[in-house]
């Protein structure tokens, strides 16, 4: 049985506890489910550098791509806050590599307690329209 987004939310909500961000005190988590339906999960991870922080999304999809998976179908953003979190623009990008042409990026707030009217999805357009890709190589 497929999570419901809720469920996946819930996911990266767990997965957020995990965050190492000792420069902005800023924990995100992110949960992803790829085409075949596994889920996987990610936390940001700072650096002293900062420059050399990832994003929890990025860590996510990083795992996923690692254990041989390849499109991504779902991904759930959380931070702390009351609004949603929205996926930066490195993220985008990143996502869209491996978004499959029907992506929905769950943007959710910190707890259930703001309301779900609270919760974004958002397509692979809504990302990042008239964005780079693989076939501008071809051409
Ligand atoms: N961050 C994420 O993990 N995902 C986002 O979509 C936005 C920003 C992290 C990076 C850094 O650790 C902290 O949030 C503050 O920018």
């Given at each position: 049985m497929a999570l419901t987004n809720q469920e996946l939310v819930a996911k990266a909500r767990v997965a957020r506890e995990k965050a190492y961000v000792p420069y902005s005190?800023?924990?995100?988590?992110?949960?992803?489910?790829?085409?075949?339906?596994?889920?996987?999960?990610?936390?940001?991870?700072?650096?002293?550098?900062?420059?050399?922080?990832?994003?929890a999304e990025r860590v996510a999809i990083q795992n996923a791509i690692a254990n041989g998976a390849r499109k991504i179908k779902r991904i759930a953003v959380v931070c702390t806050n009351t609004k949603p979190c929205m996926p930066c623009g490195i993220c985008r990008q990143v996502i869209a590599e491996f978004a499959t042409d029907d992506l929905s990026c769950i943007c959710a707030p910190g707890s259930d307690l703001a309301g779900s009217d609270q919760v974004r999805q958002l397509s692979l357009n809504d990302l990042l329209p008239n964005r780079f890709d693989a076939d501008a190589l071809d051409q």
């Open positions: 005190n800023f924990p995100v988590g992110a949960a992803i489910e790829t085409e075949d339906g596994q889920i996987f999960t990610g936390c940001n991870i700072e650096n002293a550098t900062y420059g050399a922080t990832v994003c």
